[in-house]
């Protein structure tokens, strides 16, 4: 499973300096079946090398890590923190929330110089993504609990049994497709906990990444069997 969360290229380019930020640290955090996580950087569709990455997550080994050198973050730029669940040992969904049993997906950044004009970037799928990725045509208006109007095979249920009753198994990666191609909804945070002028209206969408990101074969990890006959 693979959740994105997102800053868009919007809020960078309103909160940022024209020199950018200099971003030295990041922590990385997810929870119990949290196997991967990288900090992606967009820049104009080219996407640059991630910021930082960990294909071997330890949701029990968490602290800030510094890179190699700081990575210039300008204005305009657009950030997606993804993370890679491994869910298969559950026999249940797993819902995003702040105990070990649920789930998130967070990257913290250390940068300089300082700025005050954006504390903090999520993101959250719009309604029409959930339904959709749900295979919800509408809900009944005023309903509580709410519940599915259409398509008919699912009229009458609520919207808490189509998640326990879908068919994640067989339907899974149906889902996983739009959920990334829906819209959502970015959250540009002010220090003061308001959200950056502007931004409260908008609906954005995963961004056009005309040139993706190519990892190079030395980058890779190689694990070898040797044998133990002899010694």
Known sequence: VVSSGHCISECTKQAFPNSGVNMFAVVMRTHRIGRQVALRHVRDGIEQSP???????????QEYRKLMAPIKILPGDHLIAECTYNSSGRSAITLGGLTSREETCLVMGLYYPRQR????????????????SLGIQELSPGSNPVRISAPPELAGMTLE????????????????????????????????????????????????????????????CNYKKYSTEGW
């Open 51 to 61: 910021i930082a990455s960990d294909d071997n997550l330890d949701a029990d080994y």
């Open 117 to 132: 004009s954006l504390a903090a970037c999520h993101s959250l799928p719009s309604l029409p993504t959930v339904l959709h």
């Open 161 to 220: 049994s189509r998640l326990v009753s879908y068919d994640w198994e067989n339907q899974f990666q149906s889902f996983q497709e739009a959920t990334k191609k829906g819209s959502f909804k970015p959250l540009c945070w002010t220090a003061q906990s308001t959200l950056l002028p502007g931004t409260d209206v908008l609906e954005a969408h995963y961004p056009n990444i005309t040139k993706p990101f190519v990892r190079a074969n030395s980058d890779q």
